[in-house]
């Protein structure tokens, strides 16, 4: 029987390793990030994880695991994030359950979304809550074999085809293309492996991440075409299965991002849990900056 971890905020590291135990999003994940992005974490005065990216500033304003702040505690942590990146920024990017008072009137929010959950149990195996998806379960377990393998052609060629064929943000694009080396610099992070049980053939894989201690997270999925109904379900519930194994208490399925995504993690049962909302805006010019900018303005008009 796997013992749960303790609270993150009881036991956790500070700074950076202490945000990265207790993560409740990706992008409290330095691993992941620095691998698909380059970008190297820091700690902001108010203690959220930030990226400096170009002439801005990512800042992923969620609370660690058990760790919560009040809203207003929040709101004064952002402002004062914010605040201390001023002067050496020109634009902020801030990620989290809420748009900041902080902002101004102009700053762009997008779209409102949610990071979806599934509580898990003290001990594996992990047993879906609805009989359908058990029985898809069972299904695709006669079909193919779930095992944790290390990344290679077949899955970089699954990766392949399926940017050829969907249209996605350069971004999304950017991401997918380097998931070797995520798993490389990650040793938590895993690819779980569908496999036809008659001809060994790649079906489909999922990553999960088991790098914080109470949050596990479910990353990326990619399926052939041809895979076998209910392929998809059998790697989840493998994950599932880890998480619980390692003493996680809780999986982040990852945004809802359309319908079709929310329906298979409303199938699992799982739950909206944090709110998701990203804005930015820019700071104004100061000093020499702002003389150049002034200069600028007049020789223009």
């Known amino acids: 029987m796997t013992t749960a971890l303790p609270r993150p905020d009881v036991m956790a590291p500070s700074g950076v390793a202490g945000l990265a135990a207790s993560a409740v999003v990706p992008e409290q994940a330095p691993a992941y990030v ?10 902001s005065p108010a203690g959220f994880l930030q990226y400096a990216a170009g002439d801005g500033f990512i800042l992923v304003a969620y609370d ?41 009137p102009g700053a762009k929010t997008g779209a409102a979304d949610a990071w979806w959950a599934l509580d898990l ?17 069972r299904r695709a377990r ?28 350069e971004g999304t694009r950017y991401i997918y293309g380097r998931l070797d080396r995520y798993l490389a610099a990650a040793p938590d992070a895993l690819l779980f492996a569908a496999r036809g049980r008659k001809d060994g053939a790649l079906r489909a894989f999922a990553i999960g991440d088991y790098s914080a201690l109470g949050v596990a997270f479910y990353m990326f999925a990619f399926r052939r075409p041809d895979s076998p109904p209910g392929c998809s379900d059998a790697l989840l519930n493998a994950l599932l299965d880890e998480a619980a194994k390692r003493g996680h208490t809780l999986l982040n399925l990852g945004l809802g991002i359309n319908p079709g995504v929310a329906f298979f993690k409303r199938k699992w049962k799982a739950r909206p849990w944090l709110p998701y909302l990203e804005t930015t805006w820019e700071f104004p010019a100061r000093g020499c ?8 303005k007049r020789g223009a008009s």
């Open 289 to 296: 900056l702002a003389r150049l900018a002034a200069l600028f």
């Open 64 to 104: 660690g695991y058990g760790a919560e702040r009040s809203p207003q505690a929040w709101e004064e942590a952002v402002a004062a994030s914010a605040a201390a990146v001023a002067a050496s920024a020109r634009r902020i990017t801030v990620l989290g359950p809420r748009r900041p008072a902080c902002a101004p």
């Open 34 to 43: 620095q691998a698909v992005s380059g970008l190297v974490p820091g700690v």
């Open 121 to 137: 149990p003290p001990a594996p195996p992990f047993v879906p809550a609805s009989g359908k998806v058990r029985n898809m379960v």
């Open 142 to 169: 006669r079909e193919v074999e779930v095992a944790v393998e290390n990344w290679g052609p077949e899955a970089k060629a699954l990766v392949d085809d399926y940017l050829r064929v969907r249209c996605l943000a």
